[in-house]
T-cell receptor, first 113, second 115 residues
Framework: GENVEQHPSTLSVQEGDSAVIKCTYSDSASNYFPWYKQELGKRPQLIIDIRSNVGEKKDQRIAVTLNKTAKHFSLHITETQPEDSAVYFCAAHSGGGADGLTFGKGTHLIIQP | EAGVAQSPRYKIIEKRQSVAFWCNPISGHATLYWYQQILGQGPKLLIQFQNNGVVDDSQLPKDRFSAERLKGVDSTLKIQPAKLEDSAVYLC?????????????FGSGTQLSVL
């Protein structure tokens, strides 16, 4: 089955700086890569996703890049703000009938004022 | 729109007891998922339903866990008997079910503590 590795486990950045979270996956058939944000005590929510036919996608201050050859994808957050503090999870979906996602272990992003 | 509803919000039981969780997905969503999230880890898929049929239960510990989705709407997840390592947040999620790569909508989860 799919295996998703995520780094770092904790990331602390100064407010206004950029943050980068990286993930690798094992199944070359994987074709969909979403990122979920989970604030303390709340449910995970989708913030951005990318499909295997695209190398990069951007939504305001958030961008995701995908390198299918190397089997890794990254989340980039620019001009970080206090409300960006949360745990971020990357995930991968392998092709086939089942739609369930395999999640990474999460990155706790801390925005320092 | 109404979100994914789950109950109870918290549950504390002793090991070897049984427990059940309930989930009501977003209206019209054909696909329903149960995830287990252990503290400090990402959600792990336990079971996926498409309408009232099971699509994937490969990671469900079937000797103690069971789930059903009668009539293709609400779902219940049961653990019997519970073990200490079952302490986790159990998240229910739903999606439209039209194909891969759909947005998952998560419920608030049930936090289970097994003592």
């Amino acid at each position: 089955g799919e295996n998703v590795e995520q780094h770092p486990s904790t990331l602390s950045v100064q407010e206004g700086d950029s943050a980068v979270i990286k993930c690798t996956y094992s199944d070359s058939a994987s074709n969909y890569f979403p990122w979920y944000k989970q604030e303390l005590g709340k449910r995970p929510q989708l913030i951005i996703d990318i499909r295997s036919n695209v190398g990069e996608k951007k939504d305001q201050r958030i961008a995701v890049t995908l390198n299918k050859t190397a089997k890794h994808f990254s989340l980039h957050i620019t001009e970080t703000q206090p409300e960006d503090s949360a745990v971020y999870f990357c995930a991968a979906h392998s092709g086939g009938g089942a739609d369930g996602l395999t999640f990474g272990k999460g990155t706790h992003l801390i925005i320092q004022p | 729109e109404a979100g994914v509803a789950q109950s109870p919000r918290y549950k504390i039981i002793e090991k070897r007891q049984s427990v059940a969780f309930w989930c009501n997905p977003i209206s019209g969503h054909a696909t329903l998922y149960w995830y287990q999230q252990i503290l400090g880890q990402g959600p792990k898929l336990l079971i996926q339903f498409q309408n009232n049929g099971v699509v994937d239960d490969s990671q469900l510990p079937k000797d103690r866990f069971s789930a059903e989705r009668l009539k293709g709407v609400d779902s219940t997840l049961k653990i019997q008997p519970a073990k200490l390592e079952d302490s986790a947040v159990y998240l229910c999620a739903s999606s439209l079910g039209g194909g891969y790569g759909e947005k998952l909508f998560f419920g608030s989860g049930t936090q289970l503590s097994v003592l």
